[in-house]
Protein backbone atom coordinates (compact mmCIF):
# COMPACT_ATOMS: atom_id res chain seq x y z
CA UNK A 1 0.00 0.00 0.00
CA UNK A 2 0.87 3.62 -0.96
CA UNK A 3 0.89 6.37 0.74
CA UNK A 4 -1.43 9.13 -0.75
CA UNK A 5 -0.72 12.96 0.27
CA UNK A 6 -3.94 15.35 -0.61
CA UNK A 7 -3.33 18.87 -0.43
CA UNK A 8 -6.30 20.55 0.81
CA UNK A 9 -6.85 24.31 1.91
CA UNK A 10 -8.77 24.83 4.84
CA UNK A 11 -9.81 28.05 6.54
CA UNK A 12 -9.92 27.91 10.42
CA UNK A 13 -11.46 30.93 12.31
CA UNK A 14 -11.29 32.25 15.77
CA UNK A 15 -14.80 30.66 17.21
CA UNK A 16 -13.12 26.99 15.11
CA UNK A 17 -9.95 27.40 16.81
CA UNK A 18 -11.33 28.23 20.13
CA UNK A 19 -14.26 25.62 19.83
CA UNK A 20 -10.74 22.63 18.67
CA UNK A 21 -8.34 24.16 21.78
CA UNK A 22 -11.43 23.90 24.48
CA UNK A 23 -12.25 20.32 23.25
CA UNK A 24 -7.80 19.38 24.24
CA UNK A 25 -7.27 17.92 27.56
CA UNK A 26 -4.48 19.78 29.59
CA UNK A 27 -1.46 18.13 27.74
CA UNK A 28 -2.74 19.18 24.33
CA UNK A 29 -3.30 22.69 25.41
CA UNK A 30 0.31 22.86 26.98
CA UNK A 31 1.60 21.08 23.95
CA UNK A 32 -0.54 24.21 22.30
CA UNK A 33 1.49 26.73 23.87
CA UNK A 34 4.85 25.41 23.31
CA UNK A 35 4.27 24.98 19.72
CA UNK A 36 2.81 28.71 19.97
CA UNK A 37 6.27 29.82 21.80
CA UNK A 38 8.03 27.49 19.32
CA UNK A 39 6.58 29.28 16.09
CA UNK A 40 6.59 32.86 17.53
CA UNK A 41 9.40 33.07 20.10
CA UNK A 42 10.38 36.33 21.14
CA UNK A 43 7.69 38.00 18.63
CA UNK A 44 4.93 36.51 20.97
CA UNK A 45 5.33 39.58 23.35
CA UNK A 46 4.87 41.94 20.58
CA UNK A 47 2.22 40.36 19.05
CA UNK A 48 0.34 40.39 22.71
CA UNK A 49 0.97 43.84 22.94
CA UNK A 50 -1.00 44.22 19.81
CA UNK A 51 -3.76 41.65 20.94
CA UNK A 52 -3.99 43.29 24.10
CA UNK A 53 -4.56 46.61 22.74
CA UNK A 54 -7.09 44.90 20.56
CA UNK A 55 -8.92 43.93 23.44
CA UNK A 56 -8.71 47.30 25.55
CA UNK A 57 -10.15 49.11 22.13
CA UNK A 58 -13.17 46.66 21.71
CA UNK A 59 -13.63 47.19 26.13
CA UNK A 60 -14.09 50.92 24.92
CA UNK A 61 -16.56 50.14 22.85
CA UNK A 62 -18.29 48.16 24.80
CA UNK A 63 -17.46 44.76 23.92
CA UNK A 64 -15.34 43.12 27.27
CA UNK A 65 -15.76 39.72 26.13
CA UNK A 66 -12.19 39.02 24.98
CA UNK A 67 -10.87 41.52 28.17
CA UNK A 68 -13.46 38.52 30.06
CA UNK A 69 -11.52 35.83 28.69
CA UNK A 70 -8.09 37.04 28.57
CA UNK A 71 -8.49 38.42 32.27
CA UNK A 72 -9.98 35.49 33.45
CA UNK A 73 -7.49 33.13 31.84
CA UNK A 74 -4.24 35.24 32.71
CA UNK A 75 -5.23 35.78 36.13
CA UNK A 76 -6.01 32.26 37.01
CA UNK A 77 -2.83 30.94 35.57
CA UNK A 78 -0.86 32.81 37.51
CA UNK A 79 -2.45 32.25 40.72
CA UNK A 80 -2.23 28.34 39.50
CA UNK A 81 0.88 29.06 38.80
CA UNK A 82 1.98 29.99 42.34
CA UNK A 83 -0.04 27.60 44.20
CA UNK A 84 1.68 24.90 42.04
CA UNK A 85 5.43 25.99 42.97
CA UNK A 86 4.51 26.62 47.22
CA UNK A 87 2.99 22.99 46.39
CA UNK A 88 6.26 21.49 45.04
CA UNK A 89 8.36 23.28 47.86
CA UNK A 90 6.27 21.88 50.52
CA UNK A 91 6.85 18.50 48.73
CA UNK A 92 10.30 18.80 48.84
CA UNK A 93 10.59 19.95 52.28
CA UNK A 94 8.25 16.92 53.33
CA UNK A 95 10.95 14.72 51.57
CA UNK A 96 14.23 16.27 52.84
CA UNK A 97 12.38 16.10 56.18
CA UNK A 98 11.82 12.53 55.79
CA UNK A 99 15.57 12.09 54.89
CA UNK A 100 16.65 13.70 57.83
CA UNK A 101 14.23 11.08 59.93
CA UNK A 102 15.76 8.26 57.95
CA UNK A 103 19.24 9.59 58.54
CA UNK A 104 18.94 9.55 62.26
CA UNK A 105 17.30 6.14 62.73
Known amino acids: MSAI???T??????????AMFWEMDAEQQADFFAKLDEIAGY????????????IQERGDRGDHAAMNGFRTMLAHAQAYHEEAMDFRVWGA???????????KA
Open 9 to 18: SVSIGPAELA
Open 5 to 7: DVM
Open 93 to 103: QRAMDRMAQGA
Open 43 to 54: KLCMQMAGVVRE
